[in-house]
């Protein structure tokens, strides 16, 4: 069974995405900041992560920072407010692996999350 973790802070927005993924056939964890998403990260029990920029504690750049530093490299797509160019160039460059804008659509975020999970196994198989 494939395992998501969201790293998000708002509550609703959370719930959302964990209940879409889960119709999906998901298993899904959330982490509510960014230490929680470290240490479940540290964990291994996920194969790919949806990470806000603004998180509590420690912020998503840092986790993202971490995980990437640590030789993570299990799909790490950023969903976040920040529409700027050079926030999504400069996540990229850190190592995401997608980066999509709040507000979005579910359909959206599925089609990364499916296309980052079909590369991945892609990648394991070669």
């Given at each position: 069974?494939?395992?998501?973790?969201?790293?998000e802070?708002?509550?609703?927005?959370?719930?959302?995405?964990?209940?879409g993924?889960?119709?999906?056939?998901?298993?899904?964890?959330?982490?509510?900041?960014?230490?929680?998403?470290?240490?479940?990260?540290?964990?291994?029990?996920?194969?790919?992560?949806?990470?806000?920029?603004?998180?509590?504690?420690?912020?998503?750049?840092?986790?993202l920072?971490?995980?990437?530093?640590?030789?993570?490299?299990?799909?790490?797509?950023?969903?976040?407010?920040l529409?700027?160019n050079?926030?999504?160039?400069?996540?990229?460059s850190?190592?995401?692996n997608?980066?999509?804008?709040?507000?979005?659509?579910?359909?959206?975020?599925?089609?990364?999350?499916?296309?980052?999970l079909?590369?991945?196994?892609?990648?394991?198989?070669?």
């Amino acid at each position: 069974m494939t395992q998501i973790l969201i790293a998000e802070d708002e509550t609703r927005l959370a719930a959302f995405i964990e209940k879409g993924l889960r119709k999906q056939g998901f298993t899904t964890a959330i982490a509510q900041d960014g230490q929680q998403a470290i240490n479940i990260a540290r964990d291994g029990d996920f194969d790919l992560m949806l990470l806000d920029l603004g998180l509590p504690i420690v912020d998503g750049w840092a986790v993202l920072k971490e995980l990437r530093s640590q030789g993570e490299t299990r799909p790490i797509i950023i969903v976040t407010a920040l529409k700027d160019n050079r926030d999504k160039a400069t996540a990229l460059s850190m190592g995401a692996n997608d980066y999509l804008t709040k507000p979005f659509h579910f359909s959206d975020l599925l089609e990364r999350v499916c296309t980052q999970l079909e590369a991945a196994r892609t990648q394991t198989k070669s």
